[in-house]
């Protein structure tokens, strides 16, 4: 049992686009479905599929993908930030710019799961999962 089931997703899809795996299969949960959601439609990752058959939760597969010329990882660093013994929060004026505006924050909010810039454009704030880039 983990503490901090997202640090596992993260360090699980952190590893395996460090040893060049094609698909990473990871635990399944709400939260962990909207991140990947998130990476997604920001470019990270080339698919998903969420398959509930398996066990009491289901798991999520993650086709990662990697530079078609150099086969490098897109993720170049996947970075937890708030962590459950200390939180970190931002509000909507105060959201953090990743790499200049290159990388993602991604945010829970009370709207929802969404990067830092969908949180400044609909003026909320929330905790600072992690970070993308």
């Keep these: 049992m983990t503490t901090d089931p997202i640090a596992d997703y993260l ?3 952190r590893n395996a686009a460090a040893a060049g795996h ?10 962990k479905k909207e991140i ?3 990476l997604f439609d920001q ?3 080339l698919s998903y599929k969420f398959e509930d058959e398996q066990g009491p939760q289901g798991t999520i597969k993650i086709a990662l993908k990697y530079d078609k010329l150099t086969k490098d990882p897109v993720i170049k660093k996947i970075q937890r930030i708030s962590k459950p013994g200390l939180r970190k929060y ?3 004026n105060e959201m953090p710019r990743v790499l200049n505006g290159l990388g993602i924050a991604i ?3 009370s709207a929802g799961v ?3 810039k969908q949180a400044t454009g609909q003026n909320v704030g929330g905790e600072v999962l992690c ?3």
Excluded: D, H, Q
């Design 114 to 116: 969404m990067t830092g």
């Design 107 to 109: 945010v829970s909010t």
């Design 36 to 38: 990947t959601k998130i």
């Design 43 to 45: 470019g990270f990752i």
């Design 11 to 13: 360090t699980r899809v």
């Design 22 to 31: 094609r698909v990473v299969e990871v635990p399944a949960s709400n939260l």
């Design 131 to 133: 970070y993308v880039y």
């Design 90 to 92: 931002a509000g909507a």
